[in-house]
């Protein structure tokens, strides 16, 4: 019964979702104070019934409900909870009930928090934020139907796929949705502009607070995937440039774009089109990315489906909408001239900069990910585009941005002078040379790799904190400087993330250490200064897998330094092998061992690496998302953008 209460739910958000999207559009349009008010509780209705057909879906996994065949066909009852769970949204049909539900979650949260938006603004916002479901409620109901029932249940189900078990893999889907289906906000406030035929500094301050929560959730769940990537999947790596990796990192390098260029709207009324130009494309590659993971256009081991009918289907939904958007934003150009000037040497400038190397890095990245079917479809050749492509495409924009970060950080607004802004950096230049030449001469081979790293790191970490320096001014500088606002305090935060993940990703591997061998018991080995004995190997079971455990004895200098059980598990109801590596986490390196085969003449086959500052990849993810969670709880986001100045930049479409 609750099954069906869920799917009649789901039927009523439909129906309230295409209210939504009419009325307050209508109203608008005509100036009806009433018709534009329907869009408020229709939101909030809306999110209600998503919310509800969601429970009903999660309750059918988590009580084993093997009539509902989505339940058969990703779940089992020996599964632990949290899988049961999480396998709600493991699967094609879930996650797009789980997308819906984000979709509503926004337009829900906008009609709560949307106080200070003019009434046709919010209107117009919320029924394209509801046009949007109504295209992916249609694609749930007509060819994905998460609710449909089995005549004859069996006794069991097919469980869920063993890689997807795990915790990494339980919350990563979630933060990634959140992020993703999150830009289609900005689309929302982007093409709401474009219909009012007005943007101006009101509506740059407006958009940012929603583009900058879809980019902190985008942030978490990209580095959640690569570290369970780097722990779950036993090759030692933290990204392997999958085209569904590629699919979340696009719209994470340009929603980090359009968060700057909205900065340039608000505080310059500068960059319009640019800026809305960047929204559109933003929520574009968020739909190509589940084009990809939905389609069977491109293998990847992180794709829900392979299913070419409904990826036909998803490519008509993200031809309707980023078609008929860009064919708006090219009628309504005359609409968003800009008033502000800038000469080449300022901040404006250095965020056009930061724009261009953003989007030129996604460009090649998308290029790099569909070149092979562009290949296979045009010239008929099968062509593999991988990781050597990309790391040799992808990192030199990567190191121009951070050249240019700290100094465009610090740059003043519509005119400066780089040798006044330059000065303030050479403390942090001298450093991040003298780290960079220290590395060079450590190192036994003459990389460049390790030490520019350092230099990047250190160059960043070192200019984000002059920067908040400098912004406390000179008079009792350091009170002042914890009474600066959070955003500037997001702001270098967010930057020395990055600093760090940029350092840790070149340190991990001009650094890395790997060792290959049939590792028979009690046999020490080495690999750097670590001596490594396999003990013992014992069978046994966990709840619904069989292991092969290994027990490593890991010893330095002569003193013990950690045991490791790597694991080599097999789910009998998938019939399917998974790894589980043992990790010795160090805050400078990780001692990675994976164990595999048992071999004919004795011994297991065994991987062991030597991974340098590897947590810290993630650890600079994170502070990032700190860093935009701080300019997030910014009094200025907190407290509504309020009236619009009298005298407002902006052209009327009239």
């Known amino acids: 019964m609750i099954t069906e209460l869920g799917h009649f739910a789901l039927i009523l958000a439909t129906m309230i979702a295409v209210v939504q999207m009419v009325i ?4 608008a349009h005509k100036r009806w104070s009433g018709w534009m008010a329907v869009a408020e509780p229709a ?3 809306q999110f209600f019934f998503v919310a509800f057909s969601f429970g009903a879906l999660m309750w059918a996994f988590v009580t084993s409900d093997f009539s509902v065949l989505l339940v058969t066909e990703n779940s089992h009852s020996l599964k632990p909870m949290l899988y049961k769970i999480s396998g709600t949204w493991g699967n094609h049909e879930g996650s797009m009930l789980l997308w819906v539900l984000i979709v509503s979650l926004f337009g829900a949260a906008a009609s709560i928090w949307g106080g200070g938006l003019p009434p046709t603004l919010k ?3 919320l029924s394209v934020q ?5 295209a992916f409620y249609g694609f749930i109901l ?6 449909l029932r089995l005549v004859n249940p069996p006794f069991d189900g097919q469980d869920l796929n063993p890689l997807l078990q795990d915790p990494g893999l339980a919350f990563h889907p979630p933060f990634l949705y959140l992020g993703y289906v999150g830009l289609s906000m900005a689309f929302s406030f982007a093409i709401a502009a474009l219909i009012e035929g007005r943007v101006d500094a009101a509506w740059g301050r407006w958009v940012r607070p929603w583009t900058l929560a879809a980019w902190i959730f985008l942030t978490i769940g990209i580095a959640l995937g690569s570290w369970w990537a780097y722990y779950e999947l036993g090759w030692g790596g933290f990204w392997f440039w999958d085209p569904v990796e590629n699919a979340s990192f696009m719209p994470w390098l340009l929603s980090a774009a359009l968060l700057h260029s909205a900065i340039v709207v608000e505080k310059r009324e500068s960059l319009k089109s640019w800026t809305i130009l960047l929204a559109i494309l933003a929520f574009g590659f968020s739909l190509i990315g589940t084009f990809i993971v939905r389609s069977g256009l491109l293998t990847s081991v992180h794709a829900f489906a392979n299913d070419p009918e409904r990826g036909v289907v998803i490519l008509f939904i993200l031809a309707f909408f980023t078609g008929g958007a860009l064919t708006l934003f090219a009628v309504r150009a005359q609409a968003m001239e800009a008033k502000g000037i800038f000469s080449m040497v300022s901040r404006e400038s250095a965020l056009v900069a930061n724009n261009l190397l953003l989007a030129v890095a996604c460009f090649v990245v998308f290029v790099g990910t569909l070149w092979p079917v562009v290949a296979e479809m045009a010239f008929d050749r099968k062509l593999s585009v991988g990781a050597p492509f990309f790391n040799a495409a992808f990192p030199p924009f990567m190191v121009a941005l951070g050249l240019l970060l700290p100094l465009g950080a610090m740059l003043p607004w519509k005119r400066a002078q780089v040798k006044k802004t330059a000065v303030s950096l050479r403390y942090a230049l001298v450093l991040a040379l003298a780290l960079a030449g220290l590395v060079w001469s450590m190192q036994s081979d003459r990389s460049l790799l390790g030490p520019v790293g350092v230099f990047l790191g250190a160059w960043i970490v070192s200019g984000a904190a002059v920067d908040l320096w400098t912004r406390a001014g000179r008079s009792g500088q350091l009170a002042r400087l914890f009474r600066l606002p959070r955003a500037d305090w997001g702001k270098a935060i967010a930057h020395a ?3 760090i ?10 650094w890395k ?5 049939i590792a028979k018991l009690n046999e020490p080995f080495s690999i750097g200064p670590f001596e490594l004995t396999l003990v013992d190997v014992v069978e046994g079971r966990g709840p619904n897998y069989f292991t092969t455990m290994g027990v490593v004895e890991v010893t330095k200098n002569g003193r013990p330094e950690a045991i490791l059980n790597p694991e080599k598990r097999v789910y009998p109801v998938a019939q399917m092998p998974t790894t589980e590596a043992a990790i010795d986490y160090r805050f400078t390196r990780d001692l990675y061992v994976v164990i595999g085969d048992a071999q004919e003449g004795g011994g297991y086959t065994m991987r062991t690496y030597i991974k340098p500052f590897a947590n810290w990849i993630w650890g600079g993810c994170l502070l990032m998302a700190l860093g935009g969670l701080f300019s997030l709880s910014d009094r200025r986001f907190r407290v509504a953008a309020g009236a619009r100045k009298s005298a407002m930049a902006g052209v009327p479409a009239e």
């Open 513 to 517: 250490q790997e060792d290959i061998r």
């Open 497 to 499: 993330g990055l600093g």
């Open 142 to 147: 007509f060819t994905s139907n998460p609710f």
């Open 24 to 27: 307050p559009l209508i109203g």
């Open 123 to 125: 209107a117009r916002v």
């Open 501 to 510: 993940t940029i350092f840790a990703i070149a340190g991990l591997t001009a």
């Open 130 to 134: 509801a046009s949007i479901g109504v």
């Open 43 to 45: 939101a909030q209705a």
